[in-house]
């Protein structure tokens, strides 16, 4: 009888005691839950964070990059090579030499040609600098405000003198299909500011 009392009252005692840990483990479970899916928020965070950082460290080395390839593009245009192959073209002199059967039959040799073709030094940087721009490694737009007009007075002359023909007729039709490319977006831009008909223009000598 004794012992049943005493059964009885560790029993009344102890109860509540079980009910309050159960309770503590309860909230402690609660709480580290609550704990974890913070530092998981604060993972997503700080890993959003890293990306966005990430992303415009890798655009602005792009940005440098494409600027730096600008610039050496400019200096090739400006070069007097250029500068002279440009007023080889638009000034009659190519017209006057292919009039002479000789350099109009070397058309076809393109770069095996006997004598200096000055029309293909403005065609390769041309089919180059097309292969950029159709690619996105170029600024169409900061390239064509500064450089767009003898672009568009070059590629219809070399079409009208019969060069771009012989060259297709030899080769394939697409020969120096990036510097057509590049001529055609260099008119759309031109036409889409409203720009008139373009006088033979080579660019400022070197």
Known sequence: MMGSLRYLKCASL???NALRMHLDWEAVAG????LSSVAVLAAIVVGIRQVRVGASQ???LRRATQLEGTMKIFEMLGSAEQFDARRFIVQGELATALADPGYRAELPLMSFAQRPHPE????????MIGVYVK???LDEGILFDFWSPPIVVV???L???????AHRAAVGPLIWENAEY????????EAGRGAPTLAPDIGTPP
């Open 31 to 34: 709480i580290a839950s609550v």
């Open 182 to 189: 590049l001529y055609d977006r260099a008119a759309a831009y």
């Open 135 to 137: 690619h996105g490694l």
């Open 14 to 16: 102890c109860a509540p």
């Open 159 to 165: 079409v009208k003198l019969g060069v771009i023909p």
């Open 120 to 127: 293909l030094t403005i065609l390769r940087l041309m089919e």
């Open 58 to 60: 890798v655009e602005h």
């Open 155 to 157: 590629w219809p002359m």
